[in-house]
C-alpha cells in the first residue's frame, strides 16, 4: 500500500473515531440533561433502571473512540472494539430485561416489535462481538496487520 492510500485509510479511521465520540457525546446529553429521557413518551419510570448501562455503554464508547482518535493503532482499536460491544451488548439486554415500554392506544403490537427488535440486535451484536474477539486474538497472536 503507498503512503498516500495509508494517510487516507487513516484519515477515514480517525474521521469515524471522531464521528462516534460526537454521537455518544450527543446522546449522553439527550439522554441525561436535555430534554432528558423522561422526555421520550414511550419510556416508563422503569426506564430509569436501564439508563445506567446505557450511559456506561455510551461512555465507554466514548473513551475507546478517543482513545482510538488519538492512537489508531490496529492492538488498541482491537481491544477497544471488544470492550465497547461488550458493553453495548450488556446494556441492550438490560434493556430487553427490564423493557421500560409502553406501546398505549395502538393498533400495531409494538410492544412484541420492539422485543424482536432488541432479540435482533443482541444476536447480531453477539456475532460482531465473536469476530471481534478472534481478530483481537489475531492481533495478539500474530501482531498488527501491515499495509
Do not use: E
Not at 5 to 24: C, E, P, V
Not at 35 to 40: D, I
Amino acid at each position: 500500500m503507498t503512503d498516500t492510500a495509508q494517510r487516507s485509510r487513516t484519515t477515514a479511521r480517525r474521521g469515524s473515531y471522531l464521528a462516534g465520540a460526537l454521537l455518544d457525546l450527543t446522546l449522553l446529553v439527550l439522554i441525561n440533561v436535555s430534554p432528558g429521557w423522561t422526555a421520550v413518551p414511550v419510556l416508563t419510570s422503569a426506564a430509569a433502571d436501564v439508563v445506567v448501562a446505557v450511559d456506561i455503554a455510551l461512555a465507554v464508547a466514548l473513551v475507546v473512540n478517543l482513545l482510538c482518535l488519538a492512537h489508531p493503532r490496529q492492538p488498541l482499536t482491537a481491544v477497544g472494539d471488544v470492550v465497547s460491544t461488550t458493553a453495548g451488548l450488556v446494556a441492550v439486554a438490560r434493556v430487553l430485561q427490564v423493557f421500560p415500554f409502553t406501546f398505549a392506544d395502538s393498533t400495531t403490537d409494538w410492544a412484541t416489535i420492539t422485543r424482536l427488535t432488541l432479540v435482533s440486535i443482541i444476536v447480531v451484536v453477539s456475532i460482531a462481538l465473536l469476530v471481534q474477539l478472534v481478530v483481537l486474538v489475531r492481533v495478539l497472536v500474530l501482531g498488527p496487520k501491515r499495509g
